[in-house]
């Protein structure tokens, strides 16, 4: 935990980070701060085998832990759980009032060109909406998606694959919004099973797509935090 400074690890007294089926950040009192692997689910799905989720692994060690929010099975990268229903309502306020400043780290297809604008940054503004006859996939839908921002800049480029390496930051918190976004203006995101073609999938291993930073007051002091992980490809 710390004030918009490098990042600090606050344990409970004999814990290492890496505790049994999940790796641990920062834990007090009143939240936990988790680095969710891809491949695992962030909360328990329909059917006996997807029980095993990080959730249900966290409350095992810490049985108080609430779920705040999730990340899709095949992103990896930062999650905050809550302590109590007090401090769950909470952080679920700030979610709410876009008071978390959250971050991404996704490689697309192609070579997508830096915007001129201060700081490099883009936006996307595409409404998305389920897309019933295939479900879970969303679409894009302009009559009766809802209202959907994403901002974007370019870290780097790789010309041999060719490839963009993005740094991403949602103002609005669809589900699938960041792949069906990049996916809309022809940059999907390598990788991904849902919304690239076979070509895009074989080209890595898993969703290149990394939840990397989260900043946020913390509910009980009101101390602004931040934390970071580094997308592991």
Known sequence: MMPAGSPQNHYPAGHAGLLPGFELLHADAGLLVLNKPAGLLSVPGRGEDKQDCLSTRVQQQYPDALVVHRLDMATSGLLLMARSIAIQRALGALFERRQVDKRYVAVVDGELSATPVAGGWGLI?????????????????????????????????????????????????????????????GHPILGDPLYGDAAVQARAPRLLLHASQLDFAHPVSGEMLRFESAPPF
């Open 125 to 185: 503004d595409l409404p998305i909406a389920v897309d019933w006859p295939r479900r879970p996939l969303r679409v894009i839908n302009a009559e009766g998606g809802k209202a959907s921002q994403t901002r974007w800049r370019v870290l780097a480029h790789d010309a041999a694959v060719p490839s963009t390496r993005l740094e991403l930051a949602p103002l609005t918190g669809r589900s699938h919004q960041l792949r069906v976004h990049l996916q809309a203006i």
